[in-house]
């Protein structure tokens, strides 16, 4: 073999450390600005301060107290009703009717959702009774709910059942539809059937759905609850905070109205921010479902 053809050994390299300092800025320290911009709970606070300011604002220039109470006056009847107990014992009256009839329709929906996903005349009976009942108006039923329960809690909570069943039936039977036929065929080649085959397998996937629809059907929930207890909480002389605003408004204390549909407002805020949250980071986001 030539010389030509045999090639030269390359020399060594011997490549030396720079200091990053030599680079300039590689990394830049977010200020306090950016750091509390960048930060969710930072930003609603914000926003609802800039409210109450601009609530209190219009309030002073309106100058009727009858018409509109400032935020201040707001909050001063708020703690007044809360220091006396009559606040928060009308709230836990709301609140136990309004998980009683919560639970009942989210259990109502599942059966139904289970029977639209499980067999064709199931999947009828969903379509034609979310096609007769959802269009109809919770405070429609009223009358009737007057007539078959009576005037204490059983009429609420059978409103307040109707209008969270469809809400939660037709977005998780929509859900499990939108699920990708190659998980479905994984759960039948596990040999999944049944209930199994709906909790191992439709339940995750569609659980975006599903929890879409359990914020909507609390949402109407708390809607029906207050105009139920403006009607059953006068007739039979009980009730929750809708009987609160109700007896309020009666006596003209409209600051303690106010407080009462502030109430309502605190109370959405701390599920939606605090327990749909929590459901959503430990489930939807965590499973890479949603940024």
Same mark, same amino acid.
């Given at each position: 073999?030539?010389?030509?053809?045999?090639?030269?050994?390359?020399?060594?390299?011997?490549?030396?450390?720079?200091?990053?300092?030599?680079?300039?800025?590689?990394?830049?320290?977010?200020?306090?600005?950016?750091?509390?911009?960048?930060?969710?709970?930072?930003?609603?606070?914000?926003? /609802?301060?800039?409210?109450?300011?601009?609530?209190?604002?219009?309030?002073?220039?309106?100058?009727?107290?009858?018409?509109?109470?400032?935020?201040?006056?707001?909050?001063?009847?708020?703690?007044?009703?809360?220091?006396?107990?009559?606040?928060?014992?009308?709230? /836990?009256?709301?609140?136990?009717?309004?998980?009683?009839?919560?639970?009942?329709?989210? /259990?109502?929906?599942?059966?139904?959702?289970?029977?639209?996903?499980?067999?064709? $005349?199931?999947?009828?009976?969903?379509?034609?009774?979310?096609?007769?009942?959802?269009?109809?108006?919770? $405070?429609?039923?009223?009358?009737?709910?007057?007539?078959?329960?009576?005037?204490?809690?059983?009429? $609420?909570?059978?409103?307040?059942?109707?209008?969270?069943?469809?809400?939660?039936?037709?977005?998780?039977?929509?859900?499990?539809?939108?699920?990708?036929?190659?998980?479905?065929?994984?759960?039948?080649?596990?040999?999944?059937?049944? /209930?199994?085959?709906?909790?191992?397998?439709?339940?995750?996937?569609?659980?975006?759905?599903?929890?879409?629809?359990?914020?909507?059907?609390?949402?109407?929930?708390?809607?029906?609850?207050?105009?139920?207890?403006?009607?059953?909480?006068?007739?039979?002389?009980?009730?929750?905070?809708?009987?609160?605003?109700?007896?309020?408004?009666?006596?003209?204390?409209?600051?303690?109205?106010?407080?009462?549909?502030?109430?309502? $407002?605190?109370?959405?805020?701390?599920?939606?921010?605090?327990?749909?949250?929590?459901?959503?980071?430990?489930?939807?986001?965590?499973?890479?479902?949603?940024?």
């Amino acid at each position: 073999m030539s010389s030509e053809m045999v090639s030269a050994a390359r020399p060594e390299r011997y490549l030396q450390a720079v200091d990053s300092t030599a680079f300039g800025v590689v990394e830049k320290p977010l200020s306090t600005w950016e750091r509390v911009a960048n930060n969710a709970f930072a930003r609603k606070a914000a926003l /609802l301060v800039l409210l109450a300011l601009v609530w209190e604002g219009y309030a002073r220039w309106l100058n009727n107290p009858l018409l509109f109470p400032t935020f201040s006056a707001t909050i001063e009847a708020f703690l007044e009703a809360v220091e006396s107990g009559v606040l928060p014992g009308r709230a /836990l009256t709301s609140l136990r009717v309004l998980l009683m009839g919560y639970g009942l329709g989210i /259990l109502c929906a599942a059966v139904l959702t289970t029977l639209a996903i499980s067999t064709r $005349i199931g999947t009828d009976l969903l379509e034609l009774l979310t096609s007769m009942f959802n269009p109809l108006p919770a $405070i429609a039923l009223l009358p009737l709910a007057l007539i078959w329960f009576g005037l204490g809690y059983g009429s $609420i909570v059978f409103v307040i059942v109707h209008s969270v069943l469809w809400a939660v039936a037709l977005n998780t039977h929509s859900g499990f539809l939108s699920v990708s036929n190659t998980l479905r065929m994984v759960g039948r080649n596990y040999g999944l059937s049944g /209930l199994r085959y709906v909790g191992g397998i439709l339940i995750p996937a569609a659980f975006p759905s599903i929890l879409t629809g359990l914020k909507i059907g609390w949402a109407f929930a708390w809607r029906t609850l207050i105009a139920a207890e403006l009607v059953f909480g006068v007739s039979s002389g009980q009730g929750g905070l809708g009987w609160f605003i109700y007896e309020n408004k009666n006596q003209l204390e409209i600051p303690a109205v106010f407080a009462g549909l502030f109430t309502v $407002i605190l109370i959405g805020l701390v599920v939606e921010n605090v327990i749909f949250r929590t459901v959503e980071h430990r489930t939807v986001r965590r499973w890479g479902m949603q940024s």
